[in-house]
Structure formats: C-alpha cells, structure tokens
C-alpha cells in the first residue's frame, strides 16, 4: 500500500512558476516509478512526468519539455514538479502517481493559470 500526499497548487499568471509537491509513503517504494498526470476540464487525464526512485531517470511529455521539471528527495520520499514558464492550457487537476504492478494515486492539486 502507497499512501501520497500532493500539496503546491494555486493560482498563478501566465509565465509564472509553481512547485508541486507529493509526499509518498509505504513499503517497497523504490520499487515504484513515480509520475505526475493532469487532467484539464472536459478533457481526460494525461501523462506530464515521471522520474525513477534510484536513478532518477526521467521523462516528459512533449507539451512540457523544456518547462517542467521532476525530481526527487529519496531522504524525504517526496517527489516534486516544478513548473515554470506557465500556460493557460496547464490549467488542471495535478495528481501523483505510483506506477507499479498496483498504480496508486494522490487526492490532487489544482493548478489555475490565468491569461
């Protein structure tokens, strides 16, 4: 069992920045890839990023390369998202995610970026 706690959403300006935070917790987390999706109003969830517990390997989805970036606190067993350089079209529901044989998934955060 994963437990995962995201925090860091708000409001911000186009151009502006967040961090978004997901504090996980559980047995055998190392065994977990860790992901960040949204989900947009009307539109279904989608892929944002994602990063390894050991390597920190990581990837992006082609609409935030360049902008986002995921990393991780082994020490701390939280996992981040910051997000620079924001869009209108970044608008969401931000949800953290365990991939592993069982997916596990936080509450969401909110993420409102105005024009």
């Known amino acids: 069992q994963v437990q995962l706690l995201e925090s860091g959403g708000g409001l911000v300006q186009a151009g502006g920045s967040l961090r978004l935070s997901c504090a996980a917790s559980?047995?055998?987390?190392?065994?977990?890839?860790m992901a960040w999706f949204r989900q947009a109003p009307g539109k279904e969830r989608e892929f944002v990023a994602r990063i390894t517990w050991g390597r920190g390997s990581t990837g992006y989805a082609d609409s935030v390369k360049g902008r986002f970036t995921i990393s991780r606190d082994n020490a701390k067993d939280t996992v981040y998202l910051q997000m620079n350089s924001l869009k209108p079209e970044d608008t969401g529901v931000y949800y953290c995610?365990?991939?592993?044989?069982?997916?596990?998934w936080g509450q969401g955060t909110q993420v409102t970026v105005s024009s």
């Open positions: 995610s365990a991939r592993g044989t069982t997916n596990y």
């Open positions: 559980g047995r055998t987390l190392s065994t977990y890839v």
